[in-house]
């Protein structure tokens, strides 16, 4: 059984704008810090954003900074990622997932640093 279920995501135009949400069982969400990764065909799963276990902060790519928001509710065992101003780049496959324990720093973005994962969900962004 996956622990972490994602929806939302899609094909849409270059400046649109795009919400995806990951839901948990109460176990594996909290309290645990949450991120967002993406894969483009060809290339490394890369950090998106992650988020803390009480959502007080946030934290960001440079590709992403100012275009996207990572939320959670506590109360619903999600997240989200709100994503505006999509660029063609920012077509990938999007992951969620759970850190594995206290992660820091520059852990934060180091997917070997997650234990849970979703099921990947695909964004598209034409020009």
């Known amino acids: 059984q996956r622990q972490l279920v994602q929806s939302g995501g899609g094909l849409v135009q270059a400046g649109g704008s795009l919400r995806l949400s990951c839901e948990a069982s109460?176990?594996?969400?909290?309290?645990?810090?949450m991120g967002w990764f993406r894969q483009a065909p060809g290339k490394e799963r890369e950090f998106v954003a992650a988020?803390?276990?009480?959502?007080?902060?946030?934290y960001y790519a440079d590709s992403v900074r100012g275009r996207f928001q990572v939320s959670r509710d506590n109360t619903k065992n999600t997240m989200y990622l709100q994503m505006n101003g999509l660029k063609p780049e920012d077509t990938a496959i999007y992951y969620c997932?759970?850190?594995?324990?206290?992660?820091?720093?520059?852990?934060?973005?180091?997917?070997?640093?997650?234990?849970?994962w979703g099921q990947g969900t695909q964004v598209t962004v034409s020009s």
């Open positions: 997932a759970r850190a594995n324990g206290n992660v820091v720093g520059n852990l934060i973005a180091r997917p070997e640093n997650y234990d849970y």
């Open positions: 109460t176990r594996t969400f909290n309290p645990y810090m």
């Open positions: 988020i803390s276990a009480r959502g007080d902060s946030t």
